[in-house]
């Protein structure tokens, strides 16, 4: 009995505070460990790879159903377009139908965005020619369509570095709207409109629809 009464003497004494403070370190540990698990590099990688360095639009008036479409090159080769969104660094952010993809339904009511406009985005300074052309995909209009070309540069500062208004005046028309090329500073120079097709149509015979 009397070693009983030793042992229980010596047996230290646990303090409740500190009991719980190890348990809550405890618990903030666990929690670092699982969040570590859920980390996702590839978001993190995709992030950085929609950073874009040039941007590439063209616009043509509201409201009008036409469908005038990007075609670009890269100076791999590497074509970008409605066929291929994404072409090695040259990706289409968007695809402009005319009024057809205007409206979208949020929370139950209709939202019409009457812009027409289609986007690339060239997400990497590789240096070389890059050449753009516009594709008259599907004409409603009666009279030509003016459609406003811009590039614009992002990085390191914003800047403009081509703009023009070019006009379609017949479906299945591919013009060359511009042609630049990219120095290994990310400078452009020697733009220009040498002609090139990018587009595998030839469609050029065929005549416009025009309703009636």
Known sequence: MASLFKA????????????????T?????????????????????????KQAEYIISA??????????????????????????????WLHLERDDRGELNDTLVINGQKEVH????????????????YIVNLYYYTRHSREPVAVDLRIDRINPNYETVFRETLTLDRQDQEITAVRFTVSDDGSVHDINKLPATLTPYNLDHIPAVIPE
């Open 114 to 129: 009457p812009i027409n406009q289609e986007i690339i985005t060239i997400r990497n300074r590789y240096p070389g020619e």
């Open 59 to 88: 616009t043509w008036p509201q409201n009008l159903q036409d469908d005038i479409d990007l075609w670009m090159r890269a100076p791999t080769g590497h074509t970008v377009s409605y066929v291929a969104k994404e072409a090695g």
């Open 8 to 23: 229980q003497r010596h047996r230290p004494a646990v303090d409740p505070f500190i009991d719980l403070l190890f348990n």
């Open 25 to 49: 370190l405890m618990g903030f540990s666990f929690l670092f460990l699982v969040s570590l698990l859920f980390i996702n590099p590839k978001a993190d990688r995709a992030s950085v790879e």
